[in-house]
Each structure stands twice: as C-alpha cells, then as structure tokens.
C-alpha cells in the first residue's frame, strides 16, 4: 500500500512548536514526510526550540531524524533553494502540504503565486494540481491584507487553520494546547488522531 505523501513547510512565523509537533505525528501515523524550511524558519526554530540545524541537506536531514527519533525512511528533507527537488514538480506533486507555522509573508506569496523557493513553489503546485493543502498562520492581530490573502487561499480550495487552541478540554499544560492545533491540522488532512479530546466525548 502507498504511503500518503505530505509536505510539512516551517517558515518564520513564531509558534515552530506546532510545526514540530504535526511532524511527530505524522511519521507516527506512518506518512511518508517530506520537510522544508525557509531560510527564517531555520531562525526561529534555533530562537524558540533552540534547535540550531545548520548545513546542506544531508546534514539537516541527520537532525531531523535524530530529533524525530525516525528510522523508518519516511522522512526527507529539501533545502529552500533547492527546485529540482521532486516535490517542485507537478509530475510529483504530494498528497497534501501543510505550511505550519505560517508567517504572513510567506501566506501573501503563495495567495499571488510569486515562488521566489522551494516552499512556495511547492504550496503553488499543491494549488494548480488541486491536492489538499492546509495553512497555519500564525500572527495577531490581522491586517486587511492578511485577511485577504486568506480568503484568496481558502476560495482557491486551501483549508485555513489558525493557530487557536481551544479550552473546553481543559488544557493542563503548553503540550495540551500545542496538540490541539496539531490536531485540527491533522483533521484538515483527514487523517485520525487522538491528540485532543473531541466535544461531547
């Protein structure tokens, strides 16, 4: 049976938490994970994770797999300059792709199709070959144009999910709250989890 393919992008939005927290789950669940991370990313995963992954793509995929503890084969990683990567092609296009966290640059690049790198020309190919792709902004409060850009994305097919933990569960730690919206991204994929207790359950 094939693996279900699914880009993960960390860009330069605050919150790499949950970025971190969906990749976990994901090559839990067994997906076939491909990583990309914006020059920036890389900033504020070494800021707030204090994860300084440095280096050309072999390098970086070493501390992804080390941080993930995966030895499946599930995972890649692409650098952002990279455009021959499979994933910059619609002949490869994955199953779904999500931009998690999303910083409002990089939302206003992809709502006009500008793909100055990998992320954003992978997210343009997720759009025009019409596979599901899932974004996680990040940023408050919301400008008009912020605003816009998301309407653009979600009339064009993509699924918006904010980065807003709910409290009807009853959060008991930051780990509760992070896997909520880790969760909600995974039910805009379509794939099940049990990372948060369901209203009414």
């Not at 994970?33 to 070494?46: C, D, N, P, Y």
């Not at 952002?80 to 002949?91: L, M, R």
């Not at 896997?179 to 049990?194: C, N, P, Q, Y």
């Amino acid at each position: 049976m094939k693996k279900r393919h699914i880009v993960l992008a960390i860009t330069g939005a605050s919150g790499v938490i949950y970025g971190l927290r969906l990749g976990r789950e994901l090559l839990r669940g067994g997906s076939r994970l491909s990583i990309l991370i914006s020059k920036t990313g890389f900033e504020v995963l070494r800021h707030e994770a204090g994860l300084d992954w440095k280096g050309n793509e072999a390098e970086v995929l070493r501390f992804l797999a080390e941080y993930f503890n995966d030895s499946t084969g599930n995972l890649e990683y692409y650098a952002e300059d990279n455009f021959f990567a499979p994933v910059a092609s619609g002949s490869s296009v994955p199953d779904a792709m999500v931009l998690c966290p999303c910083s409002m640059g990089t939302l206003s690049r992809v709502a006009s199709g500008n793909s100055g790198n990998l992320l954003e020309r992978c997210a343009d190919v997720v759009l025009k070959e019409r596979r599901t792709l899932v974004v996680v902004p990040r940023e408050t409060p919301l400008s008009e144009i912020h605003l816009e850009n998301m309407l653009k994305l979600s009339r064009m097919g993509a699924r918006i999910v904010p980065a807003m933990p709910a409290f009807y569960q009853k959060p008991g730690s930051i780990e509760d709250m992070v896997d909520f919206v880790a969760g909600k991204a995974l039910d805009a994929l379509g794939i099940e989890h049990v990372l948060y207790r369901r209203w009414g359950e």
